[in-house]
């Protein structure tokens, strides 16, 4: 009806009333309230989540009209908590909230793009070639050609192509590859399989099965903490966050739980309504400061120091002044620090601690046949020695004394171990403790050096020992080195020890108080109320802890500061208690389902994996510009004559002694291998190791400039890698990518360095090493516009995937509310048309193939056994080559080319052959495979007739969760039995109950289902108990996959003493030495500044998903913003809004300045993740377009984080290895002059330099 003829009938609109008239009736036209209503109409409702590594993991209503997602509201239905605890609803975040507007936003990638120039070489190449795979051989063999379309890399350029010819082109290539150079150039980058377990899977096995390269992510993340596999023998294990709620103390130290843990901040605010107080740690103040009692700021970079000094007040009042029955009982049966320690003679006259004093170190072994050298000793109540059992020695090859009974490992008698010497000791030595305290980083000292003497002498009591050569030798236990090493006075006139908290005595309160600026007085307060609540609660003291405290290179030491304190208070394994780490969304909770399906295991084991922090230092050639050499990292105790001065060599020695992988492995095709040992007479091993001892084989890492060693083929999917986490960008870029970059420095050649010693040099590194980029999205990011091909991906809300969380304990499935859109298909479907293509386009040149791979020395593996009394190299000679003992295991693995896709779409027969299992033990699955056959049907001809299908994401979905204890009962008791044989300890009472429970994945779409209790994990799942890390341990007397079998606080690993890290020391942030040599080099007339360079997670997106956002954009400041202080930004001219630039040797980044009082002086932040995609103006220093936060970080791997081979110092993926820290950097900070969106547009202007307005 006409709402102008309303306007005429305005008086008689006016009805009956009612209500003794205080309503009436209006006669008007009510037609408009349609609109509304049809706004929030729809068809139909389906369950999923977003795959964005948040951690969230929440599950999302998504509503559906028309075929056409239309919007998102959070679901409410997961199961219910116990009475006492509060539900886990509403769970969600803004920026989830927005996720629909990605699907049909300009930014969507709708079809399958190619880079113009790329396309026009291939389509001439095939023109000219009948053979697909010599028409690109032709392309990459002719460097004019490869050099015009890598040369475009991130300029642009692309055009629309089709599925047909980018799977041919992609196939070809893959195909070119392998033969010609090997298998191990095709590298592939994924992180974080949980958020979207099915979709990494997907390319993982493709990968796999071809015998590519999967590449780390958690390292390369930075979210491993090295502490934790040092500590515990585990990657990460953390409570969910529903057990907040049950801690009576919470220390969020580093962790800005309301931004970045949104769905789980209810906890920890509903957690203070019973009296639970909560204390922040953070250098700015950040959001949780705000709901905290207490906020301590310590300066950026020194929270170890704050740590030791709490450790320092709480081993002092709780294990020295008044010993804590509670605590004593605690580290007496669960931590090493009864263990006894060699201790050496030192030329200076005093001693070292040594490794730690081991069962065949003694006479007749202490009776111990079965690995004596990695069996710890300790004194009992007897004064006798005794190697009690669950050290990792009673781990392998023998059963049923791996377990913490304490219980001597012979004769099984009750014994209660001495913690100390002191009441018992054979005379007092003098120990040397190395310091760093008084390193200052860089001229100006930004950190707060202390100056002490770089060797610290204490005095401890120890025994002198009759060792098994007739030698005698001085032992002390490791809790009276940790005591010394925290400067506890205890009586004997330690000159180097605090005799209260005022002197300044390393790392007494008031020395912290210089480092970290926060009062003594604070440190002793919060210390002692934490040690007060853990002592009365048993435990219910707990330290949540952010990713931005393990980006420091020296993170471990802030970690072990964290975890010391936890330990010395017997918090960790109780409910309510323990080291709450999250970063990315890190919890495969079914990932020994998972993996079988990921890597291809069911049809050919092992797999190639590799470190990505090792293999992008080293093919990106950041190496080349490294500024931080060995000596200043080593102890002042160490013997420096046995290190090269270059972090790449020791890298290298690493790779090639079987501590870390290698990709490409070896300097030759490994396809070739096995031909050349037949016309040799040798198996393809045995020629391996010939050859590699003779040297006309060698490592592809000791020659990374050699053509025949780069990485030549790089799929990326559910990453922006160069977007968000490719430190040292500009390297990339420069190197891998051969495309323009803004490196500022001059590598080692250009500024007359030290070489490397183990690494060949060339003047002139190879550059555009990559001949092909894929990247699969679903938007266009930043790795996209870097790549040659781009494959438009479903969204979350377009494909069928599962998701789990460390934050809560369910599983639950994305779903595909709508068909994919335009011309997307999901990660399952891609990566199997690409194994089509390439089993097709493998006739003629690839058939049954030997390929020889080599695997490191892994943990949960009898080889973690390896070398247990010290580091021998075999390429020096002082040791044989003997693979998986001194060198990496040598594999030779059997490829089926042709059949790959056959084998894709189908679980091989290993499944039943071998069976399945995880870190360590391991079972039978023929049930399960039978049961798959039954459910997923099977192959009816060719290669894989009669196996499982697994043709959908679905199937592969069914896949796992059959395959996992975590959401399989049958599986579950079986795994507790494997676990039970080893620890002679019944542990099947665990999942006993959930025997006949069976998740598939229409359950979860129905609603999300709590998993079931496993031994791959260290807490449980139960009705009683939240899950909490290391319960198992606690409460079952599990041992910890470490040494002695308990919580490690000593490392006594060569690398880790000669690095002065084998117990907790202060070390300040290394000086990187990129921001002076560009100081003052480029003015444009405003002031310069160098700053500390931080990358915290912002508040608009989840890591780069979201930048691009105009929902997300429009909340925030709509393009990259950097905080600085008011002080600093004051100094520089700088006002709030400004275009500023960050630059230093490694590259530049424009960005707005966001001035702020809660940012102090000398540090400033940009945000993870803001790409160069929106909003950016062009460099003054690089006269290219912006940067991004990576523009300006280059990675330095510490050395000690590349041991291996040493119980829980051994390989594993994810678990341990080379960290890419970035928080140690500097950038010069200025105001621009001129903004140049470099657009010819003709919005340039001018913010004007100091010296105009001078003028």
Known sequence: MSKFLDRFRYFKQKGETFADGHGQELNVNRDWEDGYRSRWQHDKIVRSTHGVNCTGSCSWKIYVKNGLVTWETQQTDYPRTRPDLPNHEPRGCPRGASYSWYLYSANRVKYPMMRKRLMKLWREAKALHSDPVDAWGSIVSDSEKSKEYKQARGRGGFVRSSWKEVNELIAASNVYTAKQYGPDRIIGFSPIPAMSMVSYAAGARYLSLIGGVCLSFYDWYCDLPPASPMTWGEQTDVPESADWYNSSYIIAWGSNVPQTRTPDAHFFTEVRYKGTKTVAVTPDYAEIAKLCDHWLNPKQGTDSAMALAMGHVILNEFHVQRQTEYFADYVRTYTDMPMLVLLEQRAEGHYAAGRMLRASDLVDGLGQENNPEWKTVAINQNGELTAPQGSIGYRWGEKGKWNLEQRDGVSGEEVKLQLSLLDNYDEIAEVGFPYFGGIKTGESDPFNSVELKDVLLHKLPVKRLQLADGSTALVTSVYDLTLANYGIERGLNDENCAQSYD?????????????????????????????????????????????????????????????????????????????????????????????????????????????????????????????????????????????????????????????????????????????????????????????????????????????????????????????????????????????????????????????????????????????????????????????????????????????????????????????????????????????????????????????????????????????????????????????????PHIIAVERDYPNTYARFTSLGPLMDTLGNGGKGISWNTQTEVDFLKQLNYTQPDGAAAGRPKIETAIDAAEVILSLAPETNGQVAVKAWQALSNITGRDHTHLALNKEDEKIRFRDIQAQPRKIISSPTWSGLEDEHV??????????????????????????????????????????????????????????????????????????????????????????????????????????????????????NANGALTARAVVSQRIPAGMTMMYHAQERIVNIPGSEITSQRGGIHNSVTRISPKPTHMIGGYAQLAYGFNYYGTVGSNRDEFVVVRKMNRIDWLDEEGNDYSQGSQQEKAK
């Open 503 to 887: 002197d300044v005595k390393a790392y007494s309160p008031a020395w912290a108080e210089l480092v970290t600026g926060v009062s003594k007085e604070n440190i002793v307060r919060i210390a002692r109320e934490f040690a007060e609540n853990a002592e009365k609660t048993h435990g219910r003291s707990m330290i949540i802890v952010g990713a931005g405290v393990n980006h420091w290179y020296h993170m471990d030491m802030t970690y072990r500061g964290l975890i010391n304190m936890l330990i010395f208070c017997g918090c960790v394994g109780q409910s309510g208690g323990g080291w709450a780490h999250y970063v990315g969304q890190e919890k495969l909770r079914p990932q020994t389902g998972w993996t079988p399906l990921a890597f291809g295991l069911d049809w050919q084991r092992p797999p190639r994996h590799m470190n990505s922090t090792s293999f992008f230092y080293n093919h990106s050639s950041q190496w080349r510009y490294e500024t931080v050499g060995t000596e200043e990292l080593l102890s002042p105790m160490a013997d420096k004559s046995r290190f090269s001065t270059s972090l790449i060599d020791l890298n290298v020695r690493a790779e090639r002694m079987g501590w870390l992988p290698s990709a490409p492995q070896l300097g030759t095709n490994p396809l070739h291998i096995a031909e050349q040992a037949r016309a040799a007479g040798l198996s393809p091993v045995d020629y391996t190791v010939k050859s590699l001892k003779e040297g006309s084989i060698r490592f592809a890492a000791e020659q990374p400039d050699d053509e025949k060693n780069f990485p030549r083929n790089l799929f990326v999917w559910r990453s922006n890698l160069l977007g968000s986490s490719g430190k040292g960008h500009e390297y990339m870029l420069k190197y891998l990518l051969g495309t323009e970059h803004g490196i500022q420095g001059q590598d080692l050649g250009q500024q007359g360095g030290v070489k490397p010693e183990d690494v060949e040099w060339k003047d002139n590194a190879g550059e555009g090493k990559l001949d092909l980029v894929v990247t699969l999205d679903f938007r266009m990011s930043s790795t996209c516009l870097y790549s040659d091909i781009v494959l438009p991906t479903a969204t979350w809300y377009e494909k069928d995937d599962m998701n789990t969380s460390d934050m809560h304990p369910f599983i639950h499935p994305l779903s595909a509310a709508v068909d994919p859109a335009w011309e997307s298909k999901s990660d399952w479907e891609i990566y199997k048309g690409i194994a089509d293509a390439f089993s097709r386009m493998c006739d003629g040149h690839l058939g049954k193939e030997t390929d020889i791979v080599t695997l490191p020395i892994q943990h949960d593996s009898a080889a973690e056994l390896a070398q247990p009394f010290g580091v021998k190299d075999w390429k020096k000679g002082e040791c044989d080559l003997i693979p998986g003992k001194t060198a």
């Open 1026 to 1143: 939240s899950y909490n890390a290391c319960y198992t341990n606690v409460h079952e007397l599990i041992p910890w996959r470490t040494l002695s079998g308990r919580q490690q606080l000593y490392q006594d690993h060569e690398w880790m003493r000669a690095f002065g890290e084998s117990l907790l020391v202060y070390r300040p942030p290394i000086d990187t030495r990129a921001a002076a040599p560009v100081m003052g080099k480029s003015p444009n007339g405003n002031k310069e500044k160098a700053l500390n360079f931080l990358t915290p997670h912002q508040k608009w997106g989840i890591h780069s998903t979201y930048s691009d956002n105009l929902l997300m954009l429009t909340l925030g400041r709509g393009g990259p913003i950097v905080w600085l202080s008011e002080d600093d930004a004051k100094e520089l001219g700088i006002e709030d809004n400004d275009w500023i630039e960050a630059f």
